[in-house]
RNA sequence: GCCCAGAUGGUGGAAUCGGUAGACACGAGGGACUUAAAAUCCCUUGGCUUCACGGCCGUACGGGUUCGAGUCCCGUUCCGGGCACCA
């Protein structure tokens, strides 16, 4: 009898051994070298896991296991990111506490991580919740708290360095009051009044990266501009350090560009404009940023936006009641209708600024498409060569002076950078001089002209050169339960934190998890939520006096807090002195490699590398990075299956029946039957097989189903429609992965979920072809057994073509898990595995390597043929095959080209082989004869590969 | 609008540095074994043309460089991602 394949008992055998025996534990072992691999953890949802949440992990578990096989010392731990808003909205909805549901979802994935074979050390498992874990949010919180950043440094200093300074300076107030808020204007974790992006149905604010097309990114709820006290982070402070990092470290190009562009660094110039004829107020002067000082001499005139405050101080009397009007305007509308609606509006504030190049009186204006976020919220207007500025112009009939050669603005501006200068000035009394020079920029290129400006403003006290960044500061507080808390009371209204030595400040018990009546956070519901500041202890509200008893902070932190640096916590996760020992940081340094979605690139990867270079400030962390090289893996996305119902009816038409009408308006595909428009229902993909529906399954599946009529085509089958989408539990296009297990077994489902297509790529899932990755195991089992279910390892002598077929495999296998390409090592397996076959290869000095070489993608069967072959070891420790190329050494011309007299050759030969011995090779294999018969060698290159150029003449 | 990444059979995708395009797999079609099914194995499978041998055309489109281009250069179209009144 043949031996079976049974990868049931194979797999559950191997997952209880690996857990007696502790194989995936590691500790600081100085005796190697230390790698580190991380996985975004997830957040565990209601809905399990699906097949495209372990594609990330499946493709860093086979690194993880090859690395620690080439002898690393291997650090791959996994966790849970548990605090966050489907939890809570549960809780406000069935009452459950959110950690209930929390931790029952995390054993739901637990159990399905575990059928996959992962090597993940569970040991250091961390979950972003536990009061042992955010002990250390909140710490380094009041770290942030208690500093701030020194521009000279560029790095974060403690907060007494500063007040030392304006001790020094005498600018240090005595007011405790005052001081707390000068502070505040430095400190790294800052209470600001700031514009916030409001989400009203979710009760709380948001970070912007949480923010897409003006509604939230979870839920997709209206978002609005409001001024609110909250908790920032200064992350602009690190915009340069986050910029250059980038040039350090191993990521995707597209990825550093999303962050480039959300850096958004920009060069230009500040340049102060006097007000002219002063009217009576206190400010004489405004600052303008610009990036093109350029175009100084087509200044037309001013925009000031509508939030700045200089809006109030320059307005005139008579223009008074326009501008309060326009400001009224601006504040109705929301964020999404001023990003959608690019309506040119603004009004005259009756003031009017003069450019100090030319000496021209501009009228000022204030006007919505001015942020008063960025720069200075002043700008100087050149209609001719900014396009915002030209729509503006046109409307308000405002002069527009073209200053670049062959520009023609009579119909749009002439934004491009290139160009020759003119008009600048139009003529010499036209410049004002300082002492003794004025700017004229004619004839210069525009790049030459900025340069020429900058340093003219420079020199002559004009303004300065300034870098500005589109990077704003991290809002960090939510109104929200499920979060970490605030370390933070309230002494006399000064925000204070809670002594170091008192944290952990656990999340306290609510009985309601909404907002309070009075509309404050949903931690305004608990009781025992105050500090006494004597007895440092957290205690009863009703003791609140204002003397030893303050309110503690009713905010929570966001859902990036726990997320930012857990990768820290992992190398030392039950110390309760530090968030990590020195010599576990020291060890394990920073994330060698870090694989998860790219959708984290302007929030997660941004507050990371934020919190990280903090934490290096203050040498908590060893590196200046935490994760040297990303691998972004694409999504799976799911098949949705659509059946169509006929509007205000209850029947179900085949989707071959329908009439499709595409509607420009809505960008989408409308169906009609007989004339009535049919509506698009999900199905789920588990009622569909192919195309076609299975109609008895979908009547059992809802009451709404089991009593529809079904309109079929004429085969008597009912059709549905199909769309990729991502996969998601409301589009019931889910695959589960525990039932690929049960059906294939993990290997299989690690295996083909790598063949599917290139780790970075999104793709659809599509069972097709997985059967042929089963077929293919199978076909590996079968090379270790006769057909009496005997082994047939034994200790003979490899033949040539052996080595050659096995050190091909080790070759193609190896590069291959280096570049993250496995879905090409794949075929090469098949490959290798068909040839063995083929040749009858009995010798344990092939098939044992064969083995190691499968183990990262497929360590169950791997573990089983390695103890099959009398090893008490574990396979995750098989010394990796090396390659050597001689076994390859097997000359045929693949493809001889003959031009000019050269005549090239594909040779497999290696690369270090005399150039004698490649002649020689060259000649005498059977299609080089055919040429190079009858002809002289004159030279030979050799490129390095196998690509030989022989140049001959006719000897 | 700006920036980034793409486009190869019915499908996923191979093709190393510019060297036989379509490896490998799926799907489809045909066959063997079988009472039958499953499993397994074998053959065919880019298009057009030919009884056949073969020939011609083919890597989104149009040019270019080269003895030779899927690959390099210029331009165009389309799809995906990011940013977007950022001065």
């Not at 049974?6 to 100085?30: G, L, M, P």
């Not at 979870?218 to 990092?245: F, H, I, N, T």
């Not at 077994?745 to 295996?751: E, F, I, K, M, Q």
């Not at 344990?844 to 099959?868: K, Y």
Request: glycine share 6%; charged share 25%.
């Amino acid at each position: 009898m043949a031996k079976e394949y049974k990868f049931r008992e194979i797999e559950k055998k191997w997952h209880q051994k690996w857990v007696e025996q502790q194989t995936y534990r590691v500790t600081e072992d100085t005796t190697k070298p230390k790698y580190y691999v991380l996985n975004m953890f997830p957040y565990p949802s209601g809905a399990g896991l699906h097949v495209g949440h372990p594609l990330g992990y499946i493709a860093s578990d086979i690194y993880a296991r090859y690395k620690r096989q080439q002898g690393f010392n291997v650090l791959n731990p996994m966790g849970y990111d548990s605090y966050g808003l489907p939890a809570e909205q549960y809780a406000i909805q069935t009452g459950q506490h959110p950690e209930k549901t929390t931790f029952r979802n995390i054993d739901r994935y637990r159990e399905q991580l575990d059928k996959i074979g992962f090597s993940f050390d569970w040991s250091r498992e961390v979950r972003t919740c536990t009061p042992d874990y955010y002990h250390w949010t909140q710490w380094a919180f009041q770290k942030m708290f208690n500093s701030y950043f020194d521009e000279e440094l560029q790095k974060a200093q403690p907060i007494e360095k500063l007040i030392d300074k304006f001790k020094a300076e005498g600018t240090w107030p005595a007011d405790e009051q005052a001081q707390s808020e000068l502070l505040m204007q430095h400190r790294i974790a800052y209470l600001g009044e700031t514009m916030v992006n409001w989400c009203p149905a979710l009760g709380t604010v948001l970070a912007n990266d949480e923010v897409v097309n003006g509604v939230s990114e979870r839920g997709g709820y209206p978002v609005e501009q409001k001024k609110m006290r909250q908790w920032c982070l200064r992350v602009s402070a690190y915009s340069q350090r986050l910029l250059d990092g980038l040039d350090t470290i191993q990521w995707s190009e597209s990825i550093k560009e999303t962050q480039r562009n959300w850096i958004g660094r920009s060069e230009g110039a500040e340049i102060q404009i006097k007000l002219a004829g002063n009217p009576g107020e206190s400010e004489d002067s405004f600052t303008i940023f610009t990036t093109r000082a350029d175009t100084m001499f087509g200044v037309t005139f001013f925009v000031l936006a509508p939030e700045s405050e200089l809006v109030d101080k320059v307005t005139t009397p008579g223009q008074r009641a326009a501008v309060d009007e326009y400001i009224k305007y601006v504040k109705s509308r929301t964020e999404r209708e001023r990003m959608i609606d690019h309506t040119v509006t603004g009004v005259f504030t009756g003031a009017y600024g003069i450019n100090p190049i030319t000496g021209d009186k501009c009228p000022i204006y204030v006007a919505e498409y001015v942020l008063a976020g960025y720069g200075t919220g002043a700008i100087m207007a050149v209609p001719a060569h900014d396009s915002r500025d030209y729509a503006f112009a046109k409307h308000f009939n405002l002069p527009i002076i073209p200053l670049i050669e062959g520009a023609d603005v009579s119909q749009e501006s002439y934004d491009a950078k290139e160009g020759t200068v003119m008009n600048s000035p139009v003529s010499k009394d036209k410049s004002m001089e300082y002492d003794g020079e004025s700017l004229c920029l004619n004839g210069l290129s525009i790049k030459e002209a900025i340069a020429e400006t900058k340093r003219f403003v420079k020199e002559h006290g004009l303004g300065r050169v300034k870098v500005n960044y589109r990077l704003r500061d991290a809002i960090f507080s939510r109104q929200r339960y499920w979060g970490e808390p605030f370390p933070v009371y309230y002494k006399r209204g000064i925000p204070t934190m809670i002594p170091e030595e008192c944290l952990p400040v656990e999340l306290p018990q609510v009985d309601k998890f909404l907002p309070t009546e009075t509309g404050e956070p949903p931690l305004g519901n608990a009781t025992k939520w105050a500090w006494d500041e004597k007895n440092k202890k957290i205690v009863e509200n009703s003791l609140i006096d204002e003397e030893n008893v303050f309110p503690i902070e009713l905010y929570t932190m966001p859902g990036f807090a726990g997320s930012s640096a857990y990768y820290l916590r992992y190398m030392d996760p039950h110390n309760n002195e530090a968030l990590v020992s020195e010599k576990a940081a020291s060890y394990w340094q920073n994330v060698d490699l870090y694989v998860g979605g790219s959708e984290h690139a302007t929030g997660h990867l941004i507050y990371s590398r934020f919190w990280n270079k903090f934490l290096f400030d203050l040498g908590v962390s060893k590196k200046e990075e935490p994760f040297q090289r990303l691998i972004n893996q694409g999504m799976i996305q799911g098949w949705s299956s659509f059946v169509y119902r006929l509007r205000d009816t209850n029947k179900f038409i085949s989707f071959d029946l329908l009439e499709e009408q595409y509607d420009d308006a809505k960008k989408k595909n409308l169906y009609f039957y007989q004339g009535k428009e049919a509506d698009p229902v999900y199905a789920d993909i588990s009622m569909v097989n192919g195309n076609v529906l299975d109609v008895e399954k979908i009547r059992q599946w809802t009451p709404e189903f089991g009593q529809a009529e079904f309109i079929l085509n004429a085969n008597g089958q009912y059709i549905v429609n199909q769309a990729i989408e991502k996969m998601s539990k409301s589009k019931y296009n889910v695959v589960n992965p525990d039932d690929i297990c049960e059906r294939y077994g993990a290997d299989t489902l690690r295996l083909y979920e790598m063949f599917l297509g290139p780790i970075e790529q999104s793709k659809p899932w599509d069972v097709a072809g997985i059967d042929g990755c089963h077929r293919f195991l199978k076909k590996f089992w079968m090379l270790f057994w006769d057909k009496d279910g005997q082994l047939v390892a034994d200790d003979s002598e490899p033949t040539a073509e052996n080595m050659k077929s096995l050190h091909k495999l080790i070759k193609k296998v190896s590069t291959d898990i280096e570049e993250f390409s496995y879905n090409t090592s794949i075929p090469a397996f098949m490959v290798a595995t068909t040839e063995l076959t083929n040749q009858k290869c009995h010798s344990r000095r092939v098939l044992e390597p064969l083995v190691a070489l499968i183990t990262p993608f497929c360590p169950h069967i791997a573990e089983e043929l390695w103890e099959a072959l009398g090893h008490s070891t574990t396979v995750c420790d098989a010394p990796w095959p090396e390659f050597n190329e001689k076994f390859l050494v097997e000359t045929t011309v693949k493809m001889p080209v003959q031009f000019n007299g050269k005549v090239r050759f594909t040779l497999d030969l290696p690369a270090d082989m005399a150039k004698e011995e490649i002649e020689k090779t060259a000649l005498t294999a059977p299609e080089g004869q055919k040429y190079l018969e009858g002809m002289q060698v004159v030279k030979i290159v050799v490129v390095p590969g196998r690509i030989i150029n022989i140049v001959i003449k006719p000897a």
